[in-house]
């Protein structure tokens, strides 16, 4: 959440620093949320989480320190080089939450609510204005739309950890669903992104979303809305090493495109994410 505050912000013209105020306002929110976040996180993250490069990857901090550099906005590194000094604790263990932990963490996801409903708030207005054509920013309404459909998954998930809604068959039939639009999407932005120039990643980027959208074509005419699709793990695996060679070409300087470094890698960390749930 705290990164897509940051790619609205740089999207907006210098004369839209009231918008550029609020997105940098969420921004450094967030970061404090996830300060915290970690902070409780010592040896309750499962292993299998921290290995599955969703928190953070081999390049994240080249990304960060190189995107902080092109953007002069400033990223807390300090957060990801946290992040990665975290202790696991093993899927099968019995884990003790001490009362005072459990504590923590409601507090923290209650203030993560009012946060992501502020966020949710930002981008729907953003997208209204955009689709109006009341606002220019040099971020795709796609990818507003995009980011506001994970915001609420976000808050969805909050809310079920917090008690406050029930977690549906149908949510977990569509999970599926919902990411492989993700995946397609990103597809779809990484295509655009990239300079016209570079024919063959063009190319590649433009077969992944179309092998996307026949899964969801063919998902959606089945019915087949069940978590663990040989297909999509096929075809994310795949994507996911599109992605770590992009990654890798972008921050080499060997691609062109206006692909932030950041940007690569965030999009390289949720297809680790999807990987997860669909190997699990």
Request: glycine fraction near 4%.
């Amino acid at each position: 959440m705290k990164e897509h505050a940051f790619f609205l912000k740089v999207g907006f013209l210098p004369s839209q620093a009231n918008l550029a105020n609020e997105g940098e306002f969420l921004m450094r929110k967030l970061e404090a949320l996830l300060s915290r976040a970690i902070a409780l996180s010592d040896c309750v993250v499962r292993r299998c989480v921290l290995d599955s490069g969703e928190i953070f990857t081999e390049f994240t901090d080249r990304a960060e320190c190189q995107t902080q550099r092109l953007t002069n906005t400033f990223i807390d590194r300090q957060l990801t080089a946290r992040a990665m000094r975290l202790n696991g604790c093993d899927c099968g263990d019995d884990l003790c939450v001490s009362q005072a932990l459990a504590c923590q963490v409601r507090q923290l996801n209650r203030e993560g609510l009012q946060l992501v409903d502020h966020l949710i708030a930002f981008k729907e207005r953003l997208l209204c204005r955009v689709d109006s054509c009341s606002l220019f920013t040099w971020n795709y309404p796609l990818l507003i739309e995009h980011i506001l459909r994970e915001a609420r998954l976000y808050r969805a998930h909050l809310r079920r950890l917090e008690g406050l809604d029930d977690c549906s068959c149908q949510e977990l039939r569509d999970s599926e669903l919902f990411w492989n639009q993700i995946m397609m999407e990103h597809a779809l932005f990484i295509r655009g992104l990239l300079d016209p120039s570079e024919d063959e990643l063009v190319n590649t980027a433009g077969d992944f979303a179309a092998d996307y959208k026949r899964l969801l074509e063919t998902s959606a005419a089945a019915n087949d809305r069940i978590m663990g699709s040989g297909n999509a793990l096929a075809l994310t695996q795949k994507f996911r090493d599109f992605k770590r060679a992009g990654v890798e070409g972008i921050e080499a300087c060997q691609i062109r495109s206006v692909i932030l470094p950041l940007l690569a890698d965030h999009v390289l960390r949720e297809a680790n994410h999807y990987i997860r749930l669909l190997e699990a």
